[in-house]
């Protein structure tokens, strides 16, 4: 049965209006709670180490290009690079470098050397490479440049430059060219020697080339990291930093994932006119709890929310009022119903009858009361309100119901008695017996007729034998039905029941496969494992990286699945 909550209509609806400030913006304190516990309070850049990025990582597709790009500094070897660029150094006599960058700087030096190389000797460097890169010049280069050379100096500077030269015949332009990048080369070698003095040479061209390589492999990645912490120059920062840096970034790279959303939550917040509370809660690096308790007191809906508890306990409060009458008026119902087809003498003998089982005490009773419950005045009064509806259902009803119920209800008529005040209900049954009595069959006629008799016994051996037997049928029917019953609830019972399937874990597809914890992965594989299909380990691991987005199964990802796989399965047997 559905109950409905009525609202009293004798209570005026009250005003609450006046007792808290309502809500500035709907929604906007479901933003504040939500970017309270996505962190965003919390963020720092001490604490934080994509704090920097917050500003640049404005979407979905910025955040994987930084995760991809971290990914890449990660996966070359930092260490490697910085082995490498020491030995470089220590063959070429120059200063081991700190940075990346000077890293590059060295290695592009060694290869322009080695290009030179190519084109001069070993002892073009110790030359005077300005006048000679002059006397191989065109006027116009020297004229730009205000040199004067006389004919024969510029004659003889020419046939040295030749002699320099690795061919025999040097075209004039490419040996100018040679000599000019020969200058340069040597100014930036003396510039990362540590002592003057000493002269550019080539070095191995293998351990120049290893060393490239590492430093080729990291230079793109550190650059777009750069590019979106603010334009940091991370190439700029020493090893031991840059490391600790890149460490930092892949232990916070659940951060980068969370500040789009952050963003644009913040966006929202700014334009709610709420900057004191903003500037309060960062200030205090406020949680959830701390961010819903201070805005609770900044809009009042604490107070809103305890009043809202006591409507809703008002509201039940009312339900069950409401609720409560309503099967018993269904039981009157029911009640006045049924109590049409009973005879009216049949309530008090009937209990004792059964009880007892003397008929001749059963006599006694049905002949007392006769005259005094058929009272026609006490009768005729409800009668000319009631009699005629009544009749409709008890004519429906006669057929059926008048031999077989009269046993059974006879226990609920006394019961009902009390619980009504009125006795009208009690004198509109009596009416309708009468009339049923004269429309019944032949069968109940003789019953009329011999209760005045002094002699009651041949009456009295049919009543009891009437009422025994209803009662004997109902006993019966009661205890077949239960007997019915009890299979029926039986049969469940050896039923299997399913085992529930754990909840699926929340995990954000698209990470690389180092931003999941084991125990992330583990609880992943339980849960595709318990969806009762059968699967081998292979299928198994498949499924778990299908679940976390990737299209193809690397060294890194099958190593990391298939430790949770083997883990899940070890618990499962």
């Not at 609202?7 to 304190?29: E, F, I, K, T, Y």
């Not at 917040?269 to 949680?287: S, Y």
């Not at 509109?428 to 109940?444: D, G, H, I, Q």
């Not at 109902?474 to 009890?486: G, I, L, S, W």
Request: glycine share 4%; proline share 8%.
């Amino acid at each position: 049965m559905t109950v409905l909550p009525v609202q009293n209509a004798d209570v005026p609806p009250q005003d609450r209006s006046a007792d808290s400030v309502p809500d500035p913006a709907p929604g906007l304190g479901e933003n504040l709670l939500r970017y309270a516990e996505l962190g965003g309070f919390e963020l720092a850049a001490d604490t934080h180490a994509w704090y920097a990025a917050a500003d640049t990582v404005t979407g979905a597709e910025e955040a994987r290009a930084a995760s991809t790009a971290l990914a890449e500094v990660r996966g070359g070897d930092l260490n490697a690079l910085r082995e490498a660029a020491d030995r470089l150094s220590a063959e070429a006599a120059l200063r081991e470098p700190t940075t990346v960058a000077e890293v590059v700087t060295l290695v592009g030096l060694l290869r322009r050397i080695r290009e030179t190389a190519g084109t001069l000797r070993s002892g073009a460097y110790e030359a005077d490479l300005d006048a000679l890169a002059a006397a191989t010049a065109n006027g116009s280069w020297r004229k730009e440049r205000g040199l004067k050379i006389s004919w024969g100096r510029r004659r003889k500077l020419r046939a040295e430059a030749r002699r320099l030269a690795v061919a025999d015949r040097p075209r004039r332009d490419a040996l100018h060219a040679a000599l000019v990048a020969a200058a340069a080369e040597r100014e930036e070698w003396q510039a990362l020697a540590p002592a003057t003095g000493t002269v550019a040479r080539p070095v191995d061209a293998e351990l120049l080339e290893l060393t490239g390589q590492c430093a080729d492999s990291l230079i793109g990645g550190l650059r777009e990291l750069g590019r979106l912490l603010a334009g940091r120059e991370l190439i700029a920062l020493g090893f031991d930093e840059l490391a600790e840096l890149v460490e930092a970034l892949a232990a916070d790279e659940g951060t980068l994932y969370r500040l789009p959303e952050l963003r644009t939550l913040r966006a929202g917040l700014d334009e709610g006119g709420i900057e004191e509370l903003l500037a309060e809660l960062t200030a205090a690096r406020a949680d959830r709890a701390a961010a819903q308790e201070l805005w609770a007191a900044h809009t009042g809906t604490a107070e809103v929310d305890d009043l809202s508890e006591a409507e809703t306990a008002d509201a039940e409060l009312e339900a069950e009022e409401v609720a409560e009458p309503a099967p018993v008026l269904a039981t009157e119902l029911a009640v006045d119903v049924d109590l049409i087809v009973i005879p009216s003498p049949s309530p008090e003998p009937s209990v004792e009858v059964i009880a007892p089982a003397e008929p001749e005490a059963v006599a006694e009773a049905d002949v007392e009361p006769e005259p005094e419950v058929v009272e026609e005045p006490l009768v005729e009064e409800p009668v000319a309100e009631v009699a005629e509806p009544v009749e409709e259902p008890v004519a429906v009803e006669e057929e059926p119901a008048a031999p077989v119920a009269e046993a059974p209800v006879v226990e609920d008529a006394p019961e009902t008695e009390p619980e009504t005040e009125p006795e009208a209900e009690v004198a509109v049954v009596e009416e309708p017996t009468a009339e049923l009595v004269e429309e019944e069959p032949v069968a109940e006629a003789p019953v009329v007729e011999e209760t005045p008799e002094p002699t009651v016994e041949e009456p009295l051996i049919e009543e009891p034998a009437a009422v025994e037997e209803p009662l004997a049928d109902e006993t019966a029917a009661v205890d077949e039905q239960p007997a019915a019953d009890e299979p029926a609830a039986e049969k469940p019972a050896p039923a299997q029941r399913r085992v529930r399937r754990p909840k699926r874990p929340e995990l954000t597809a698209g990470k690389p496969i180092t931003a999941y914890s084991a125990d992330e992965l583990l609880a992943l594989v339980r849960w595709i494992d318990s969806d009762f299909t059968t699967r081998t380990d292979d299928e198994l691991l498949r499924a778990a990286m299908k679940e976390l987005g990737f299209a193809r199964l690397g060294p890194r990802i099958k190593e990391a699945l298939a430790t949770a796989v083997s883990a899940a399965r070890a618990e499962k047997n």
